[in-house]
């Protein structure tokens, strides 16, 4: 029995996935609930298990962008039958193969592929890599090349079986509806039957006749492989590295190589969030001695009742959600000619990990003390860095906050998640002379800036609510009364 591997639905909005690596080697004996292959689409990392028992066959190696539903590779679980009934299959077949078997490959033509429409908007795609050369024979059904637009990638299967002719390389945009290939078929030499060998007269009796054995191996090399031909060999495809290996490119300078799912829908976000909004970012300075002074204290005794430690973003993430209350406009967007006014407090927090930046979100706030805050932000932290953030995890958000003083930041500009309206940027801490009843004392201060969506959002209320985020951190003592 074949079970198949396939690349599972994530949402409406993914289209398509990337292989990103396979745990397991093509040809490896797999067991159900063992981890096969991490996936990534333009949103999170999932990894898919084994379905049953069995050989694992691989059909898309590593560094692959296939559509949602694509099978990637098969599970075979009694292998064993199948190949028997193959042997058995081919001594009884080879004594009534002759000459009309072959009449067949007279019929001549060729069949062009061509590039598929993928939707309306879509109108090029690019050439990405050919899995076979040219002059090389292909069977039908087999992958031949992979194509991509700008939204998704696709493989194109061999139309019929015959010798393929690549009229387009690696590398170009070509319309849609361009034939990139021909297929041949019957141009290849019809296989030669070579005829028994005929010894003297004395040696063909009637007898020798019937045990005479068949003609040679080459004379029915050709048919011989007939039942194979219907599964094509993608022993090319199923390791990773050469795939992992092209996609590098150096000269020693420099090096290319293609941006991940992640990136480019990171890119391509950012970029939107800047064309759709007009944002705009306002300052402002907290000083961090009252927070730092109420962790010190409490510090001991909250861990020992709730198993965390009481950290920074809990209380930006109460003063946020204070402020929200106070100027209800920021909790809203803008969609067509409407305003949409939220009514809850979940907030987004900015996780930066190897594979890219996540901004899961923290549902209801408002309800939440800060034991279960800092609970929430450690459990999405781990999830962020195993790879197993969630598409749940990430919609529905009102506000974000992005601590970028983690890395050493003293100011930034952060940009919108559209379709929110405002996104607080938090900053490193540092020793800075500031003026405190008329004298010069040195304090731990923070810059803080707020960006946000001008086009709903006016500037008395962005600077409100930044006032707002600041008195509740210089006093902290009120936010954490429900802790």
Same mark, same amino acid.
């Given at each position: ?71 990637? =590779?098969?599970?075979? #679980?009694?292998?064993? +039958?199948?190949?028997? @009934?193959?042997? $058995?299959? %081919? /001594? *009884? !077949? ?112 009637? =007898?020798?006749?019937? #045990?005479?054995?068949? +003609?040679?191996?080459? @004379?029915?090399? $050709?048919? %011989? /492989? *007939? !039942? ?215 304090r731990p201060m923070m810059y803080l800036a707020l960006s946000y969506d001008h086009r709903l959002v006016d500037g008395k209320e962005a600077v409100t609510f930044l006032i707002r985020i600041k008195e509740c951190l210089e006093s902290p003592a009120r936010l954490m009364l429900e802790m």
């Amino acid at each position: 029995m074949t079970t198949d591997v396939k690349i599972p639905a994530s949402g409406e909005s993914v289209t398509s996935a990337n292989v990103a690596r396979w745990h397991k080697k093509n040809g490896d004996l797999v067991r159900t609930g063992e981890v096969l292959v991490t996936l990534e689409t333009d949103k999170v990392s999932t990894e898919l298990e084994a379905s049953s028992d069995g050989s694992l066959e691989i059909l898309v190696g590593e560094g692959e962008e296939v559509a949602i539903g694509t099978l990637i =590779a098969r599970i075979q #679980s009694d292998s064993s +039958p199948k190949s028997t @009934a193959a042997v $058995a299959v %081919a /001594p *009884a !077949a080879l004594p009534v193969v002759s000459a009309p078997e072959f009449s067949s490959q007279s019929n001549t033509g060729s069949v062009n592929l061509i590039v598929p429409a993928s939707g309306e908007s879509i109108t090029s795609a690019n050439v990405a890599s050919w899995r076979r050369n040219d002059g090389d024979s292909v069977v039908q059904g087999e992958v031949l090349v992979m194509i991509e637009t700008d939204k998704v990638s696709n493989e194109l299967e061999s139309p019929a079986t015959g010798r393929l002719k690549i009229l387009v390389p690696e590398g170009e945009e070509v319309s849609i509806g361009t034939a990139i290939a021909r297929i041949e078929i019957g141009v290849a030499p019809a296989p030669e039957i070579r005829p028994v060998p005929v010894s003297p007269p004395a040696a063909v009796a009637p =007898a020798p006749l019937k #045990s005479a054995p068949l +003609p040679s191996p080459p @004379a029915v090399a $050709a048919p %011989a /492989p *007939a !039942a194979q031909s219907l599964k094509p060999d993608f022993t090319a495809l199923s390791t990773p590295q050469p795939r992992e290996a092209s996609a590098v490119i150096s000269d020693g300078r420099t090096t290319r190589r293609k941006m991940s799912m992640l990136r480019r829908k990171i890119a391509t976000h950012l970029v939107n969030a800047q064309q759709t909004a007009a944002i705009l970012t306002t300052f402002n300075e907290v000083d961090m001695s009252a927070v730092m002074d109420l962790r010190k204290s409490v510090q001991d005794e909250f861990v020992k009742k709730h198993g965390v430690k009481l950290g920074f973003m809990s209380f930006f993430i109460k003063a946020v959600t204070q402020a929200l209350k106070d100027v209800p406009s920021i909790n809203g967007r803008i969609e067509g000619n409407d305003v949409i006014q939220n009514h809850f407090y979940d907030i987004g927090v900015a996780i930066g990990s190897e594979k890219g930046l996540f901004v899961p979100v923290i549902r209801d706030t408002d309800q939440k003390s800060f034991a279960q805050l800092e609970k929430d932000i450690l459990d999405y932290a781990t999830k962020a860095r195993d790879g197993k953030i969630t598409i749940d995890d990430l919609q529905g958000g009102v506000f974000s906050v992005s601590n970028g003083g983690t890395y050493g930041s003293l100011l930034s500009t952060p940009i919108l998640n559209p379709p929110q309206s405002g996104i607080l940027g938090m900053h490193t801490i540092q020793q800075r002379p500031v003026a405190l009843n008329g004298q010069v004392v040195i304090r731990p201060m923070m810059y803080l800036a707020l960006s946000y969506d001008h086009r709903l959002v006016d500037g008395k209320e962005a600077v409100t609510f930044l006032i707002r985020i600041k008195e509740c951190l210089e006093s902290p003592a009120r936010l954490m009364l429900e802790m």
